[in-house]
């Protein structure tokens, strides 16, 4: 089993319990995210209150929180429905995403936290783990949820937690978009070279290179996943 996603939005300073809601909201995101909703599809209140055995009103409240993050539109008369951006869109949140993680690189390496160092190396090792295995949708969730974590973890220790919540939900709209950027062996490869240069920046308190590594795991990751819609696009209008 691919390790979780988790939740669509952890406390930032870790010690608030999620309310129902943030925990429907966390496992209707992380379904999103491996495509068992596709685009377009709706998001029915009933199913999932089935799903959960809750009644609808945390599921109409969890709803409502994937629509602040960009998952899902509520819609007159149809409820909510999985969103679709186009590439023109999923460029712009990535460059978004690319400058304000660039910021909480250079901070970090400002900080000279010891111990984000250790955290952080200890998971890439993690990473490193996962490139022996058998390429595999369950590698490829695993990775993110990997990468997810190593994320949070960066943000997280920002110093500010306005900076954190941004990032949090420019992360989770962008999270589909970064399985298909790290859906290859090579890119999982090449990602996991790139965090190594950035948790030895941090670690040598280079700001400046800091920046500049975090931004590079992000506009690669978009790159690839530009490419990927790119050519969908094209097989549809084919079809």
């Given at each position: 089993m691919p390790k979780s996603l988790g939740a669509i939005r952890p406390a930032i300073g870790g010690a608030e319990a999620l309310s129902l809601s943030e925990q429907i909201a966390g496992q209707l995101a992380e379904s999103i995210v491996q495509g068992e909703y596709e685009p377009g599809d709706r998001v029915h209140e009933v199913a999932v209150s089935e799903r959960f055995q809750v009644s609808r009103g945390p599921v109409r409240e969890a709803l409502r929180i994937l629509e602040k993050e960009g998952l899902v539109s509520i819609q007159p008369r149809r409820g909510a429905i999985v969103t679709k951006l186009t590439v023109s869109e999923v460029e712009d949140v990535f460059e978004i995403r690319a400058t304000l993680l660039g910021l909480a690189g250079r901070r970090a390496a400002?900080?000279?936290d010891k111990a984000l160092v250790a955290e952080l190396r200890a998971q890439l090792e993690q990473?490193?783990?996962?490139?022996?295995?058998?390429d595999s949708e369950d590698v490829t969730d695993t990775y993110l949820a990997?990468?997810?974590?190593?994320?949070?973890?960066?943000?997280?220790r920002t110093g500010s937690d306005r900076l954190a919540e941004i990032i949090f939900s420019l992360l989770h709209q962008t999270m589909r978009?970064?399985?298909l950027g790290l859906s290859t062996g090579e890119r999982r490869a090449?990602?996991?070279?790139n965090w190594a240069r950035l948790i030895?920046?941090?670690e040598k308190g280079d700001a400046e290179a800091a920046e500049?590594?975090?931004?590079?795991?992000?506009n690669r990751s978009k790159a690839m996943a530009v490419r990927l819609l790119r050519e969908e696009d094209?097989?549809?209008a084919k079809g």
């Amino acid at each position: 089993m691919p390790k979780s996603l988790g939740a669509i939005r952890p406390a930032i300073g870790g010690a608030e319990a999620l309310s129902l809601s943030e925990q429907i909201a966390g496992q209707l995101a992380e379904s999103i995210v491996q495509g068992e909703y596709e685009p377009g599809d709706r998001v029915h209140e009933v199913a999932v209150s089935e799903r959960f055995q809750v009644s609808r009103g945390p599921v109409r409240e969890a709803l409502r929180i994937l629509e602040k993050e960009g998952l899902v539109s509520i819609q007159p008369r149809r409820g909510a429905i999985v969103t679709k951006l186009t590439v023109s869109e999923v460029e712009d949140v990535f460059e978004i995403r690319a400058t304000l993680l660039g910021l909480a690189g250079r901070r970090a390496a400002q900080q000279g936290d010891k111990a984000l160092v250790a955290e952080l190396r200890a998971q890439l090792e993690q990473l490193r783990g996962l490139l022996e295995l058998e390429d595999s949708e369950d590698v490829t969730d695993t990775y993110l949820a990997e990468v997810q974590d190593l994320n949070l973890k960066l943000c997280a220790r920002t110093g500010s937690d306005r900076l954190a919540e941004i990032i949090f939900s420019l992360l989770h709209q962008t999270m589909r978009y970064s399985r298909l950027g790290l859906s290859t062996g090579e890119r999982r490869a090449q990602s996991v070279r790139n965090w190594a240069r950035l948790i030895d920046s941090i670690e040598k308190g280079d700001a400046e290179a800091a920046e500049k590594a975090t931004q590079t795991l992000v506009n690669r990751s978009k790159a690839m996943a530009v490419r990927l819609l790119r050519e969908e696009d094209g097989q549809g209008a084919k079809g």
